[in-house]
C-alpha cells in the first residue's frame, strides 16, 4: 500500500478515538495529521472551491476521516462537504453524517426497508399528541429531543399525563421531540454494532446502570463483548448502508421479535467498544480506508443518471412479463439498451450476471438504461401497500406516523 496522507478532523486530538485512528495509520505507514475542525475557511466559488487551514490554503490530503462533535454538526458537514468537493476522500459524507445526527429523519429513511426499528411518532399539534401516544398501545412510551446524544433529551413516560405534559413543555420551549414505543423486553440493555464497509467488526452490549432504562455509557452503562446474532448482524449493516454510512455505530435494542434500531451513529466513539472486545478497530477503519479510497467520493445515481436520457431502475419480473423464463441473452433486453446490473432472487444477489442465466419471476432486476426502453417495465402507477393499523386512535385525520413499513419490501436485502 502507497503511503497516503490522511487528516483526522477533530477538535481533540487527545481524545481516545482521535488517539488510537492516527496511531493505527501511523502503524500502517500513512502520514497523520489530526486537523482542527473549526480553524478551516471555505471558499466557494464556480471550478475553483478551496479550503484554508490557519488562514493559509490547505496542502494535499488523499483521505478525511470526520470526527464530527454532534455540537457542530453544520459547520463540521460544511467542511466535509468542502473536502468532497475539492477531491479529497471522505470516510462518511456530508449528507450521511447529517441525515444520521436527526433521529427522525434517520428513523424516516429506513422505515421504508424491512428491518427492525423502533415505532416512532411525530405530531405537531398538541391535539395529536395524545392519539400519538395511544397509538403506539399507550404509555410508557420514550420521549425524545431530535438531536440528542448520549442518553440526554431521553426521557421515560410513565403514564398517558405525563407524556402529554412532557411533551407540552418542551413544545412551549419550541423542542422538537418525537415519540416512540417503550421496548420494555430489552431491560435496559442494549446492543452497539461497530460497522466499517459491510462488515460488523466489533459488537458489545450496554446494560444501564440501577432503575435507569438509558444504557448509555455517559449514563453509566456497563459494557460487555458479546457474539452477535447473525440477524443483528445483518440488521446493522444494512442499517449503515441505508444511511450510507461507511463507518457507523448501530444502537439496538433486543426485541421479543428480534433487533429493534434506535440510531445509527456517524462518529461512533472507540474506546468503550475497543475495550469491551478486544478489537483492533481503528486498524480496520484504516484497512477499510486504504481499500475505499481509489473508488472516491462516487455518487452512483448521480453519474448514471448524467447522460441525457439514461436512467438506473429497479423493478420486479412479474410471472406474466416477456422476459419471465428467458435468459438476459434471448430477453432482448440487451438489443434495447438495458444492462442489468444485478439481480435479487429471495436472498441472494446475482451482481453482472452472465448472458446465460435465466431470469426468473418475482427476479428484482436493477437495471441501467434508456428510459423509454425501462419504462415498458415498470407498473404504470406505483402504489404501495400500506398495512394497516393495529388500533385506531379515537378520532380521525391523526397526523401521527404510525404507519408501518410494508412487508413486501426489502428488495435489495
Ligand atoms: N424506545 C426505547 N425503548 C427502550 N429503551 C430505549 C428506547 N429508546 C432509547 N432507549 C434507551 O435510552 C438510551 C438512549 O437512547 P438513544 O435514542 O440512543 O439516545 P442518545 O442519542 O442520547 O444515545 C438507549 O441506549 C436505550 O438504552
Ligand atoms: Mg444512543
Redesign the pocket.
Known amino acids: 500500500m502507497q503511503q497516503l496522507k490522511i487528516g483526522i478532523l477533530s477538535r481533540g486530538p487527545r481524545l481516545y478515538s482521535t488517539r488510537r485512528l492516527r496511531e493505527a495509520a501511523e502503524q500502517r505507514g500513512h502520514k497523520v495529521k489530526v486537523l482542527n475542525t473549526m480553524k478551516f475557511g471555505m471558499y466557494i466559488e464556480a471550478g475553483r472551491p478551496d479550503l484554508t487551514y490557519y488562514g493559509k490554503q490547505i496542502s494535499h490530503y488523499d483521505a478525511v476521516i470526520p470526527r464530527i462533535g454532534t455540537s457542530i454538526t453544520f459547520y463540521g458537514t460544511a467542511l466535509v462537504r468542502q473536502f468532497e468537493q475539492i477531491g479529497t476522500y471522505c470516510l462518511n459524507t456530508a449528507d450521511a453524517i447529517m441525515a444520521s445526527r436527526d ?1 427522525l429523519a434517520s428513523m424516516q429513511e429506513l422505515s421504508s426497508h424491512n428491518i427492525g426499528i ?1 415505532e416512532t411518532a411525530f405530531v405537531y399539534e398538541q391535539k395529536d399528541i395524545l392519539h400519538a401516544i395511544q397509538a403506539m398501545g399507550g404509555a410508557p412510551v ?1 420521549i ?1 429531543l431530535l438531536s ?7 426521557i421515560l413516560a410513565e403514564s398517558n399525563k405525563v407524556a402529554e405534559a412532557i411533551i407540552e413543555t418542551l413544545s412551549s420551549v419550541k423542542q422538537n421531540v418525537l415519540v ?4 420494555s423486553e ?1 431491560k ?1 440493555r ?1 446492543i452497539r454494532a461497530f460497522v466499517v464497509g459491510d462488515r460488523v467488526v466489533a459488537a458489545m452490549r450496554r446494560t ?1 446502570a440501577g432503575q435507569e ?4 455509557v455517559h449514563r453509566g452503562g456497563a459494557t460487555q463483548a458479546v457474539d452477535l446474532d447473525p440477524e443483528y448482524e445483518r440488521t446493522a449493516v444494512r442499517a449503515a448502508q441505508i444511511l450510507n454510512l461507511h463507518v457507523a455505530g448501530v ?1 439496538m ?1 433486543e426485541g421479543k421479535d428480534g433487533p429493534v434500531i ?2 445509527v451513529n456517524s462518529s461512533p466513539g472507540l474506546e468503550g467498544i475497543e475495550k469491551a472486545s478486544g478489537v483492533d478497530i481503528a486498524t480496520e477503519i484504516v484497512k477499510y480506508l486504504e481499500e475505499q479510497i481509489r473508488f472516491g467520493n462516487f455518487d452512483v445515481r448521480e453519474r448514471l443518471s448524467l447522460t441525457k436520457g439514461y436512467s438506473v431502475t429497479e423493478f420486479t419480473v412479474e410471472p406474466n412479463a416477456q422476459i419471465a423464463g428467458k435468459t438476459i441473452s434471448e430477453s432482448g433486453l440487451r438489443e434495447r439498451d438495458i444492462v442489468i446490473l444485478r439481480i435479487v432472487r429471495g436472498p441472494d444477489h446475482i451482481a453482472n450476471p452472465k448472458g446465460t442465466r435465466i431470469i426468473e419471476a418475482g427476479d428484482s432486476l436493477l437495471c441501467y438504461g434508456l428510459k423509454s426502453a425501462l419504462q415498458s417495465h415498470l407498473p404504470t402507477l406505483v402504489r404501495p401497500k400500506r398495512r394497516k393499523k393495529k388500533k385506531k386512535p379515537a378520532s380521525e385525520g391523526s397526523t401521527a406516523a404510525t404507519d408501518h413499513p410494508s412487508p413486501n419490501e426489502e428488495k435489495n436485502a
Open positions: 433521529k423502533a420514550v425524545k440528542g446524544t448520549q442518553g440526554i433529551g431521553v416512540q414505543k417503550f421496548v430489552s435496559g442494549d444501564a432504562f438509558r444504557s448509555n444502537d435494542l434506535m440510531e
